[in-house]
């Protein structure tokens, strides 16, 4: 009977536009919630077959969907550690409570903007309880080869407890100073110049170099030639450590660059580079001496002694201070001492279909057979978006867009309601026909 098919699709309604409601009070509840992925319904018919002669109600249904493809605009803020993807993707991260499983054990999900900070355990958490993953990274920033990024495997919670204090070797020392060309003429008093370069050693212990220049002064003429010894103040350091000749060129083309460089002792020398290497009490330095044609290191023109341009890299052990995030993933640890230390890279995650994903609390999704797998790219790279500190992404709910779905929900579930009403009273008529 046709009646009974329309109270059977007034009820369907109900149910259908029950629904709506649901999700559109899911979206507005979450309007400010950073990086929610706004929900939305799906409504498709349902029909029933009948006779040519008489048409019967199929109604309604309603199925439920989240966007999360649609990432929020990236919003900035004065947090460090609060990060955001800018694009397609999403930070891995797992629960806080699970940081100490293994990683066959962890719960692998995904976010798209979390605001992160340091627990009592040196894990970088956010507050509702999500604890970030990424993978371990050297000195230099470089991620181990072999990493697996099909999975999660290779992922590790981002800790700094063992980061609080570290030093970075002396590997480089760049001899920019200037001889004077006077100095290697017949006449001179052939007194030496020196200049002193710190340098420090694996465990941020300070040491320091006597670089001595002494000029060889021919009895006629201009020899160009100097001696350039290195004396090491580490402890059992039988000085000089290591003796360059180091002759310049003079002519007009030449300009007073080093032409040739000759071991004395103590080192090794490559004219490709103009670096010279040298055993110190910390391990080898590459020292910056000069060539023929190559930029940088010691001039010699007829000027006064500059050691101006004379400099070292590595530190001493400083005592960590925060963590910054460079754009392409890697966190730095940054220390009292200036020097910023790569500890983590973090990967942006990406799956064939995002709206595949599983939501669960705290804006997080978890993989699904309809995600696909995922795969861990560096920021920037293949289809995924970049990563970004000092930001935060914003919910993708439009409040005013939620408020007209709710007013439009509002009269479909009323005329839903009238239909029940007008067939019951229908019914009601029916049922009187045989009084």
């Given at each position: 009977m046709s009646l009974s098919s329309s109270l059977g699709a007034a009820v369907a309604g109900l149910q259908a536009n029950s629904t709506r409601l649901a999700v559109i009070s899911d979206n507005i509840a979450n309007s400010s919630t950073p990086g929610f992925r706004r929900a939305d319904v799906d409504f498709a018919s349902l029909v029933v077959s009948g006779s040519s002669s008489v048409f019967s109600a199929g109604g309604v249904q309603a199925a439920a969907y989240r966007d999360v493809a649609t990432a929020g605009a990236p919003i900035g803020t004065t947090n460090a550690t609060?990060?955001?993807?800018?694009?397609?993707?999403?930070?891995?991260?797992?629960?806080?409570?699970?940081?100490?499983?293994?990683?066959?054990?962890?719960?692998?999900?995904?976010?798209?903007?979390?605001?992160?900070?340091?627990?009592?355990?040196?894990?970088?958490?956010?507050?509702?309880?999500?604890?970030?993953?990424?993978?371990?990274?050297?000195?230099?920033?470089?991620?181990?080869?072999?990493?697996?990024?099909?999975?999660?495997?290779?992922?590790?919670?981002?800790?700094?407890?063992?980061?609080?204090i570290a030093a970075e070797p002396t590997s480089l020392i760049k001899l920019g100073a200037n001889l004077p060309a006077t100095a290697t003429d017949a006449g001179a008093s052939g007194a030496p110049f020196t200049t002193t370069i710190p340098y420090y050693d694996g465990v941020g212990r300070e040491n320091?170099?006597?670089?001595?220049?002494?000029?060889?002064?021919?009895?006629?003429?201009?020899?160009?030639?100097?001696?350039?010894?290195?004396?090491?103040?580490?402890?059992?350091?039988t000085n000089p450590i290591a003796e360059l000749s180091v002759t310049f060129d003079d002519s007009p083309a030449g300009r007073g660059a080093v032409d040739t460089v000759t071991v004395m002792s103590g080192a090794t020398y490559s004219a490709a580079n103009g670096v010279a290497t040298i055993a110190t009490g910390a391990g080898p330095i590459d020292v910056v001496v000069g060539a023929a044609g190559v930029e940088g290191?010691?001039?010699?023109?007829?000027?006064?002694?500059?050691?101006?341009?004379?400099?070292?890299?590595?530190?001493?052990?400083?005592?960590?201070?925060?963590?910054?995030?460079?754009?392409?993933?890697?966190?730095?640890?940054?220390?009292?001492?200036?020097?910023?230390?790569?500890?983590?890279?973090?990967?942006?995650?990406?799956?064939?279909?995002?709206?595949g994903l599983t939501a669960v609390d705290n804006q997080a999704f978890t993989i699904s057979s309809e995600s696909g797998r995922p795969f861990l790219w560096d920021a920037n790279?293949?289809?995924?978006?970049?990563?970004?500190?000092?930001?935060?992404?914003?919910?993708?709910?439009?409040?005013?867009?939620?408020?007209?779905?709710?007013?439009?929900?509002?009269?479909?579930?009323?005329?839903?309601?009238?239909?029940?009403?007008?067939?019951?009273?229908?019914?009601?008529?029916?049922?009187?026909?045989?009084?």
């Open positions: 609060d990060i955001a993807i800018t694009g397609r993707g999403m930070l891995p991260v797992t629960l806080a409570t699970a940081v100490d499983q293994p990683a066959s054990q962890r719960p692998f999900q995904l976010t798209g903007t979390g605001s992160f900070s340091l627990n009592d355990e040196g894990v970088l958490v956010t507050r509702s309880g999500l604890a970030l993953l990424g993978f371990p990274t050297d000195a230099s920033g470089q991620v181990a080869a072999g990493v697996v990024r099909d999975g999660p495997t290779s992922l590790e919670p981002v800790r700094v407890s063992n980061a609080q320091r170099l006597t670089v001595t220049f002494t000029p060889i002064v021919p009895a006629s003429g201009s020899s160009n030639t100097w001696t350039v010894s290195f004396d090491d103040s580490a402890v059992g350091a290191g010691l001039t010699q023109l007829a000027a006064s002694f500059t050691p101006t341009g004379v400099t070292s890299d590595g530190a001493r052990a400083g005592i960590f201070t925060g963590l910054e995030l460079d754009n392409d993933g890697t966190l730095l640890g940054v220390y009292d001492t200036g020097q910023r230390l790569a500890l983590y890279r973090i990967p942006v995650v990406d799956v064939p279909n995002p709206n790279t293949g289809p995924v978006g970049g990563i970004s500190g000092f930001s935060s992404q914003q919910s993708t709910v439009d409040i005013a867009k939620e408020l007209t779905n709710l007013i439009q929900t509002q009269r479909a579930y009323s005329s839903n309601a009238t239909t029940i009403r007008t067939v019951d009273e229908m019914l009601q008529e029916t049922t009187n026909l045989k009084r």
